[in-house]
T-cell receptor, first 111, second 111 residues
């Protein structure tokens, strides 16, 4: 079993839809959780960074962490074609050099 | 903004060649990383460095070596390139906390 599981998709939604992206994990020591967005032919860029359980909101993006279920989510409200990208979850136990990444979910938002 | 620059976007090399991938960051970050990214496998850590001349093996170091002679520069070396090293290579840097900043990647093809 992989430490971090992420459905690769692809996921296709119409513009304006609410998008839900998810990851599950097996290591209960993880306490730092991140979401990265990767456009085609580019490197990943950090989108959201959260510590421990709870929600964090930034504009149209909301990150949720449920440590009891070992489950994290990224919600995108009012999705736009510019949100079309691959989204990678990542997590770390010590917050330093032990990051583990999901395989990424490819999202397409159609106009 | 922190910038991580990878010297080549695309490289084509022959089997058995020695290959150098260069990465430079401009924000005085302590930690630097080399990942490879393959479809369905996500990002896998090859090597990382937490200081000049210091290096640590990641999950898949076989067939690779690294060099960090200056704080801003982290090089990945493929001693004798093989076709199974065809991949997207991503360099990243990080201060002592927070998420990673990635370069745009080098797509290496070994023929």
């Amino acid at each position: 079993q992989k430490e971090v599981e992420q459905d690769p998709g692809p996921l296709s939604v119409p513009e304006g839809a609410i998008v839900s992206l998810n990851c599950t994990y097996s290591n209960s020591a993880f306490q730092y959780f991140m979401w990265y967005r990767q456009y085609s032919r580019k490197g990943p860029e950090l989108l959201m960074y959260t510590y421990s359980s709870g929600n964090k909101e930034d504009g149209r993006f909301t990150a949720q962490v449920d440590k009891s279920s070992k489950y994290i989510s990224l919600f995108i409200r009012d999705s736009q074609p510019s949100d079309s990208a691959t989204y990678l979850c990542a997590m770390s136990a010590r917050g330093n050099n032990d990051m583990r990444f999901g395989a990424g979910t490819r999202l397409t938002v159609k106009p | 903004d922190v910038k991580v620059t990878q010297s080549s976007r695309y490289l084509v090399k022959r089997t058995g060649e020695k290959v150098f991938l260069e990465c430079v960051q401009d924000m005085d970050h302590e930690n630097m990383f080399w990942y490879r990214q393959d479809p369905g496998l996500g990002l896998r850590l090859i090597y990382f460095s937490y200081d000049v001349k210091m290096k640590e093996k990641g999950d898949i170091p076989e067939g690779y070596s690294v060099s960090r002679e200056k704080k801003e520069r982290f090089s990945l070396i493929l001693e004798s390139a093989s076709t199974n090293q065809t991949s997207m290579y991503l360099c990243a840097s990080r201060q002592n906390s927070g998420g990673y900043t990635f370069g745009s990647g080098t797509r290496l093809t070994v023929v």
